[in-house]
């Protein structure tokens, strides 16, 4: 919206996402949201009803701003409802700006997709000279205990790789025990929250290992309970790979690394993948746990344009329909963005328009 700074967008952004979508999230779960915004906008039930309330103005002219079709927020708007579990989406398209979102900016449990990070926090310290790709560390193997019985899940050495096989093995094969290995590197969670936070991403954080995080996975249903340990907005998470992509952060090798084993992620054959075009080029990284999945990547367009997407599913009727879930919210947004007006937006990158 031209003359309106980042600051009052993303105002607007969360007074949208408060009574529009965030309204339904919660009665959806059974939690009632505040008083005065029941009484103050009671109407707010579906897509047609919230554009035409008081805060549809402000999306009405944020959208004008980006040159995003109506009909494809709509569409976007049905393919992810909040009744049988919290969704969250977010999607940017590198070239022109433009962005979509569903309960962006509320933090979903990461799960495996937290894995891009710690990658980029290890190739931050090769770029730095702290590390090498050659450097050789061991596998983080689980040692059984009960859950919950201590506050790390105890772990043992396993077999030594080389840092750009444990990358390519956490990456393309979601290899836990990989993971763990760089993240013990880095100096654990701390360490990459720090790096996160450099990088502008204020509510991104790890809490635990995954050796932990496995363990003691069954804590709470993570479809009807919001846990703010190892979550990330998804808004964040796509300015994560945004980033990542545009070389922001890390040299043209290691961006080179990361982006390439994305590419050639084997796990979740049923979601974002599932969701595009025969032939059409992407990378992603899952996740997975207890009542979730998630699916996080780029995609490129037939123009050449590149959109990146965060997707973190929760509840629904079991797995296979969370998959079937990511996999159509993949393609609405791949059709979404591709037949949308290739035109550069004036607003800031970084600002996110609920829906």
């Known amino acids: 919206m031209k003359g309106l700074s980042s600051h009052k967008l993303r105002q607007a952004g969360a007074i949208i996402r408060r009574y529009g979508v965030g309204f339904l999230a919660a009665s959806a779960l059974g939690f009632a949201p505040a008083a005065h915004a029941q009484a103050k906008h009671p109407e707010a039930q579906s897509f047609e009803e919230f554009l035409n309330g008081p805060e549809g103005a402000i999306l009405d002219s944020h959208q004008a701003n980006e040159n995003l079709p109506e009909t494809f927020r709509r569409q976007l708007f049905a393919v992810a409802p909040q009744a049988q579990g919290r969704i969250g989406v977010a999607a940017l398209d590198l070239t022109t700006g433009q962005t979509v979102s569903i309960q962006g900016d509320e933090p979903f449990p990461m799960a495996s997709t937290s894995k891009i990070a710690i990658a980029a ?18 596998l983080m193997v689980p040692v059984a205990s009960e859950p919950f019985s201590s506050k790390v899940a105890p772990v043992r050495a396993g077999q030594t790789m080389t840092a750009e096989m444990l990358i390519e093995r956490m990456i393309t094969r979601s290899d836990n025990q990989a993971t763990d290995a760089l993240l013990a590197v880095v100096g654990g969670p701390q360490a990459v929250n720090a790096w996160a936070r450099k990088a502008g991403l204020g509510r991104f954080r ?37 980033g990542i992509h545009q070389g922001k952060w890390l040299s043209p090798a290691s961006r080179g690394l990361l982006i390439g084993a994305m590419t050639r992620t084997v796990t979740g054959s049923s979601r974002i993948k599932a969701g595009l075009p025969r032939g059409v080029s992407f990378g992603h990284k899952t996740g997975t746990l207890n009542k979730t999945a998630s699916d996080v990547g780029f995609v490129t367009l037939p123009d050449g344009r590149v959109v990146v997407m965060a997707i973190y599913v929760t509840g629904q009727s079991g797995p296979a329909a969370r998959n079937a879930k990511i996999a159509e919210i993949t393609r609405t947004i791949y059709n979404g963005f591709a037949t ?16």
Do not use: C, Q
Not at 125 to 136: A, I, N, T, W
Not at 343 to 352: E, K, L
């Open 340 to 355: 949308a007006p290739a035109r550069h937006a004036s607003n800031d990158n970084n600002v996110f328009a609920a829906n």
């Open 206 to 242: 790890i809490d635990r290992d995954i050796a932990t995080l496995v363990r003691d996975r069954w804590e709470f249903d993570l479809s009807r309970h919001v846990d703010v340990r190892d979550s990330t907005p998804p808004e964040e998470m796509v300015e994560l790979i945004a």
């Open 121 to 138: 926090t290890f190739l931050a310290g090769v770029d730095s000279g702290k590390y090498s790709l050659f450097d050789r560390y061991p």
